[in-house]
């Protein structure tokens, strides 16, 4: 699987730039030991991402014992691919996947990002085919905060992403949520109400999340 995801470097369709698909976080080892170590069970419901996914405690948010975080900060659809072992081989009941705004962030391309959300579905799909697979949208950003700008310049692209996203999951038939919409403030950007830095939630963004997530639980 390493060998799989090993360094690819592709011209891009979007941004004429080379793709490190090695490039992991700085805990990502560690981070995947430990989940290597937990305990899997056919009943768990797996919250699979980012920081954004990684950014809450999901067993206390939506009450429930076997709700688990498989989040990583800073993590792509690469590192994904590189440890979807690891979930895949417990057969979880569910699997949430919000992913792509670190892809983005580091120029890579929407045709390859689309690519490797394709291979992730095909991969579950194959490797534990009861598992149910919830793709979520991508969230908004705001570009009025100054933390993570080359986040923020990727809102155009992040729509783009969504409506592929959209198709791919009825071509693949899966199931889609939509949390973009309802993050948005009058102007098109994440919602201030929502966020503290225009990428990352608010407890009131999370709790939002949680609602839109209960008629899937």
Not at 72 to 96: C, H, N, Q
Not at 106 to 128: A, T, V, W
Not at 158 to 170: D, G, Q, V, Y
């Amino acid at each position: 699987m390493i060998c799989f995801v090993g360094f690819i470097f592709g011209i891009q369709a979007q941004q004429n730039t080379k793709v490190d698909s090695l490039r992991r976080p700085s805990n990502f080892e560690d981070k995947v030991a430990q989940f290597r170590m937990f305990p899997n069970d056919t009943l768990d419901v797996i919250f699979l991402g980012n920081s954004i996914t990684a950014g809450t405690q999901w067993n206390e948010l939506l009450d429930m014992d076997n709700a688990v975080n498989r989040g990583i900060s800073g993590d792509t659809t690469y590192g994904v691919l590189e440890r979807l072992d690891e979930i895949t081989e417990g057969r979880p009941a569910k699997i949430f996947i919000l992913l792509g705004i670190n892809d983005l962030a580091r120029n890579i391309s929407n045709d390859i990002i689309l690519r490797n959300y394709s291979i992730i579905i095909d991969r579950i799909q194959k490797e534990s085919p009861s598992t149910q697979i919830y793709v979520q949208t991508l969230l908004p950003v705001n570009s009025t905060f100054k933390r993570f700008v080359n986040h923020y310049s990727k809102a155009p692209l992040i729509l783009k992403i969504n409506r592929r996203l959209r198709k791919m999951t009825e071509q693949k038939k899966v199931n889609l949520i939509d949390l973009h919409s309802h993050f948005l403030d009058k102007n098109g950007k994440l919602d201030i109400q929502y966020t503290n830095d225009g990428l990352h939630l608010t407890a009131m963004g999370y709790r939002l999340w949680a609602l839109l997530l209960k008629p899937y639980l």
